[in-house]
């Protein structure tokens, strides 16, 4: 895990929305900058915000309906591919909303934020975390960290606004060996005007509720669009047999990283 440093500049092509994350290391002589020529070029490789098809989203969403998955050797087999994100976890003491977010109270005027379990169960492995450091005051709806993974990265926006005074030091392990018995918190946050800003998010039978709606829009919003690409798919084996059936090899690393990157961001996904 990588913490902004102080005094650095992002590239050009960050700060003109075409990729997410990248600091400039040459001071802005951008044409002697190789990774400017590739980008210039039209070379550049696929990534995975500049591409989302937002629409085409959205109307998988729209026509969503959960099916089983079948297999083509046979046709009276069904395995649920959705397994992972059926198991429903839920605390009645934290508060969730803003997305995929928990909010967790440490003291009268702290808050420790984190994704909820929804949220853990969508994400593929990671391999680096860039976010802000401490001292940094949020302002909610803005990035506070991104999630790199090796197809592309996926922004992550505050939930509520506040001032950092603490990050997870174990953040990138814990998110990548997830355990449902534990929660992974990412910044723990000084909060102005607590009590208002609690009031954007949900707590017990509203909070639960919320949160099987929003793991029924993820089933659905891949479901549809596993119909879409086929009808039936042949599992993969492994050597001796084993099925090594997961949901990111159906539909394909690229369009899983599209998809799960505009339900971080869909407003259906917000509480309020």
Known sequence: ????????????????????????????????CPFNKIMTNGEHAYHINHFINHEEVTAIQE???????????????SFDIFERFRHFTFDPDIYYGNYYWFSELTEKTKIR??????????????????ITQPGVTLEK??????????????????????????????????????????????????IPNMQN?????????KAKQFLMEQQ??????????????????????????????????VIGPQKYLEIITHLFHDSNSKSR
């Open 63 to 77: 026509e969503a309906s959960d099916i089983g998955f079948k297999y083509k050797n046979d046709p009276k087999k």
């Open 216 to 249: 029924n829009l993820i089933i659905n919003t891949f479901d549809t669009y596993i119909k879409r690409i086929s009808h039936e798919t042949e599992p993969t084996l492994q050597d001796g047999g084993m099925l090594l059936f997961r949901l990111e090899n």
């Open 113 to 130: 934020i984190g994704l909820n379990f929804n949220a853990l169960k969508m994400l593929p492995p990671l391999k680096e975390i860039i």
């Open 141 to 190: 709806g803005k990035p506070l960290c991104w999630l790199f993974t090796n197809l592309g990265s996926l922004s992550l926006n505050a939930p509520l606004n506040g001032k950092v005074i603490k990050i997870n030091p174990k953040l990138l392990s814990q998110i990548n060996t997830f355990n449902e018995n534990h929660k992974v918190w990412i910044l723990e946050l000084l």
């Open 197 to 205: 800003q609690l009031k954007t998010l949900l707590k017990g039978d």
């Open 1 to 32: 895990m990588q913490i902004w440093p102080n005094g650095e500049s992002p590239c050009i092509w960050m700060e003109a929305g075409i990729i997410d994350f990248k600091l400039c290391d040459r001071n802005h002589t951008c044409d002697d």
